[in-house]
C-alpha cells in the first residue's frame, strides 16, 4: 500500500461486548463502508486486491475507504443457536455499525456525508439491507453477488423474526412515503455473474437478485441491476473488475 494512507482502528464496543476492528484507505472523498464476504474479516479487502482494485479512486481523493468486520460466524451462520438469537447478535451488530461505525466514518471523514454502501456474496446483503434501512445515512451501494433473503441463514425454515432483516421480506411491504422517497433518490447498482457458484444448493445470488430487482421495480425504485455473463464467477477476482467500473458511475 506505498504512498496510500492507511490506518488501523480497534475498540471496544459496546453494542457487541467484544473488540471491533477496522481499517480506512485513503485521505479524504465520498466515504463508504466496506462489508465483508459473508463471515469475512475486515482485512480481507485489501487481501484479496480490492483495495488496490480501487487506488486510483483513493489516491484522487475521490473516495475514502472503511472496511468495517462482521459478526456473521455468531449471527447469520452460527447453526448452533436458534434463528431469533441469531437475529438478535445481528441486531447488536446494527447497533454497532448505526452508533459507533457510522460516526467514527463521519469524524474521520471530516465531514457529515452520506455514506456508500459496498460489499461482495454475504457483504453484498449487508450493504444493500443497510441502504434500504437507513436510507437517511446512506445514499447509494454497491452490491456484488447478494444475497437478500434468508435462504442462506434459515433455509427454508421461517421465524418472524427474519422478517425486517431481509430486503425480499420487508420492502415488498413498506409504504413510508419518507422512506421510499429517500430509497428513490439514491444511487443502486446490484450486480451478479451467472457463472459457477453464483447458485448452489445453500443459496441463489442470481434468483435474489432478480427478485429485488422485481420489488424494486414494483415500488417505482430507480436502479441499476446488472446481470454479467456465463463465464462470470463467484469469486474476487472478478469482483476486482466489478468494483472500479460501477465506482466510476457514482463518483
Known amino acids: 500500500m506505498s504512498s496510500l494512507e492507511v490506518e488501523y482502528k480497534k475498540w471496544w464496543s459496546p453494542a457487541l461486548g467484544r473488540e471491533m476492528e477496522l481499517k480506512v484507505y485513503g485521505r479524504a472523498g465520498k466515504p463508504v463502508l466496506v462489508f465483508p464476504s459473508g463471515g469475512g474479516r475486515f482485512f480481507e479487502y485489501e487481501d484479496f486486491g480490492m483495495v488496490e482494485a480501487c487506488r486510483p479512486f483513493l489516491e484522487t481523493g475521490r473516495v475514502q475507504l472503511f472496511t468495517v468486520d462482521s459478526v456473521d460466524k455468531e449471527s447469520w451462520f452460527n447453526h448452533s443457536i436458534p434463528l431469533a438469537d441469531r437475529v438478535r447478535r445481528h441486531e447488536r451488530y446494527e447497533k454497532y455499525v448505526m452508533e459507533e461505525a457510522v460516526p467514527y466514518v463521519h469524524d474521520r471523514n471530516g465531514s457529515t456525508a452520506a455514506l456508500l454502501t459496498t460489499g461482495c456474496s454475504g457483504g453484498g446483503y449487508h450493504a444493500a439491507n443497510f441502504l ?8 447509494a451501494t454497491i452490491a456484488l453477488s447478494g444475497l437478500y433473503g434468508p435462504k442462506f441463514t434459515a433455509g427454508d425454515r421461517w421465524d418472524d423474526s427474519l422478517y425486517f432483516h431481509f430486503p425480499l421480506c420487508y420492502l415488498p411491504n413498506l409504504e413510508d412515503p419518507r422512506l421510499l422517497a429517500l430509497i428513490r433518490r439514491a444511487k443502486i447498482i446490484l450486480c451478479v455473474g451467472q457463472g459457477n457458484w453464483e447458485t448452489c444448493a445453500d443459496y441463489d445470488c442470481i434468483g435474489d437478485t432478480r427478485a429485488l430487482k422485481e420489488v424494486l421495480d414494483a415500488k417505482g425504485i430507480p436502479a441499476w441491476v446488472d446481470f454479467w455473463g456465463h463465464d462470470v464467477d463467484h469469486e474476487w477476482a ?6 472500479p467500473y460501477f465506482l466510476s458511475h457514482v463518483v
Open 132 to 139: 434500504f434501512k437507513h436510507p437517511d445515512v446512506f445514499d
Open 238 to 243: 472478478w469482483w476486482r473488475r466489478q468494483m
